[in-house]
């Protein structure tokens, strides 16, 4: 049974760009967290999607986007990217209503 | 402003002997807690977790402790084992309303010398 899956494990972006990470949950799990962790920090609340639609934000800026599709997959979108955005960005995913959640490795971005 | 704190950056332990990894949170509506580790290049894994309602949870040679009323609480590790070298994240959140988010400690590298 896969657990989170994400995708491109890493990648280089230059400032101003856009990017895309890709998400998907452990089979049987309905609801999807991301996380964005810089370098000696704890994982900080991006947003949670369910039933396709975004539950709660964290304090994080309009650049952040994301979306979940009808197979509770999901996407995490930024725009406009800055040095400051470099950082490993986790998926996590659970039954709706669950405080525990499953990691995945996250996908490593680098700003330059 | 950090509410789940973890004052150590790193603990090193012998083989064998007691780990203690410790946190506080300043939060008074975080209800639960989790303990999290994590090896290089592979996503958080979840340890054990505690209900506000309880003060003392054991899974195997993992316990945590918790002290509402300090805002603390502890995990203990006996015996430590070398696989058990990692950093481990202390996590909250509080239930109900719409709080649906995990608040994350910076995280302690406990190594464990064989």
């Known amino acids: 049974d896969a657990g989170v899956t994400q995708s491109p494990t890493h990648l280089i972006k230059t400032r101003g760009q856009q990017v895309t990470l890709r998400c998907s949950p452990k089979s049987g799990h309905d609801t999807v967290s991301w996380y964005q962790q810089a370098l000696g920090q704890g994982p900080q609340f991006i947003f949670q999607?369910?039933?396709?639609?975004?539950?709660q934000r964290g304090n994080f800026p309009d650049r952040f986007s994301g979306h979940q599709f009808p197979n509770y997959s999901s996407e995490l979108n930024v725009n406009a990217l800055l040095l400051g955005d470099s950082a490993l960005y986790l998926c996590?995913?659970?039954?709706?209503?669950?405080?525990?959640?499953?990691f995945g490795a996250g996908s490593r971005l680098t700003v330059l | 402003d950090q509410q789940v704190k973890q004052n150590s950056p790193s603990l090193s332990v012998q083989e064998g002997r007691i780990s203690i990894l410790n946190c506080d949170y300043t939060?008074?509506?975080?209800?639960?807690f989790l303990w999290y580790k994590k090896y290089p290049a592979e996503g958080p894994t979840f340890l054990i977790s505690?209900?506000?309602?309880?003060d003392k949870n054991e899974d195997g040679r993992f316990t945590v402790f918790l002290n509402k009323s300090a805002k603390h609480l502890s995990l203990h590790i006996v015996p430590s084992q070398p696989g058990d070298s990692a950093v481990y994240f202390c996590a909250a959140t509080g239930s109900g309303g719409s709080n649906y988010k995990l608040t994350f400690g910076k995280g302690t590298l406990l190594t464990v010398n064989p």
């Open positions: 996590a995913s659970s039954l709706v209503g669950a405080n525990v959640l499953t």
């Open positions: 999607y369910y039933e396709e639609e975004e539950r």
């Open positions: 939060n008074s509506m975080f209800d639960y």
């Open positions: 505690i209900s506000s309602i309880k």
